[in-house]
T-cell receptor, first 112, second 114 residues
Framework: NAGVTQTPKFQVLKTGQSMTLQCAQDMNHNSMYWYRQDPGMGLRLIYYSASEGTTDKGEVPNGYNVSRLNKREFSLRLESAAPSQTSVYFC???????????FGPGTRLTVL | DAKTTQPTSMDCAEGRAANLPCNHSTISGNEYVYWYRQIHSQGPQYIIHGLKNNETNEMASLIITEDRKSSTLILPHATLRDTAVYYCIVRVASGGTSYGKLTFGQGTILTVHP
């Protein structure tokens, strides 16, 4: 079991560029999440998907869109990247919303 | 959601038990205590969680006071690889808009010394 995988590991964008962060899990979990972590801070929830076919906003959704492609995959899209979106992005999954969340290794994004 | 208070940093000698405290005096009856750790910008790693009883797994033990207002995470034999930021999180088990939400605070930086 790979658990939760994320691609890419690192990315540098210019302001205004777009990109999609990919996340996949092989634990047959129903719920998936996207968080961001800024330097010296805790994680903040961007979006989550309680089950396949549903997505909901978290604490800091502005500037992002998500797609729950299937049960395994949950992508995060930045349509027009801004320097304020420079951060480390973590994907997580859990059996259901009530269950323990397991995290991926993260994507380190820099927007110039 | 109940908030948690943790010391900013702690030290521990390798091979000794590391005892990490957490205060959550406003915890509700349907809220669990979760512990995660994050090693040098890696993804957070789940350690343990509990509701009211003490819990133990292969990584750690969790001691929750009888009034549930505080808890202690115990790493029985700390190693250098246990150096990390440890997060104590109170999490609603079911119902309401905060259902399942994980709120990460600043955590405790644990440094294990040789």
């Amino acid at each position: 079991n790979a658990g939760v995988t994320q691609t890419p590991k690192f990315q540098v964008l210019k302001t205004g560029q777009s990109m999609t962060l990919q996340c996949a899990q092989d634990m047959n979990h129903n719920s998936m999440y996207w968080y961001r972590q800024d330097p010296g801070m805790g994680l903040r929830l961007i979006y989550y998907s309680a089950s396949e076919g549903t997505t909901d906003k978290g604490e800091v959704p502005n500037g992002y869109n998500v797609s729950r492609l299937n049960k395994r995959e949950f992508s995060l899209r930045l349509e027009s990247a801004a320097p304020s979106q420079t951060s480390v992005y973590f994907c997580a999954s859990s059996e259901s919303r009530a269950d323990t969340q397991y995290f991926g290794p993260g994507t380190r994004l820099t927007v110039l | 959601d109940a908030k948690t208070t943790q010391p900013t940093s702690m030290d521990c000698a390798e091979g000794r038990a590391a005892n990490l405290p957490c205060n959550h005096s406003t915890i509700s009856g349907n809220e669990y205590v979760y512990w995660y750790r994050q090693i040098h910008s890696q993804g957070p790693q789940y350690i343990i969680h509990g509701l009211k009883n003490n819990e133990t797994n292969e990584m750690a033990s969790l001691i929750i006071t009888e009034d549930r207002k505080s808890s202690t995470l115990i790493l029985p034999h700390a190693t250098l690889r246990d150096t990390a930021v440890y997060y104590c999180i109170v999490r609603v088990a079911s119902g309401g808009t905060s259902y399942g939400k994980l709120t990460f605070g600043q955590g405790t930086i644990l440094t294990v010394h040789p």
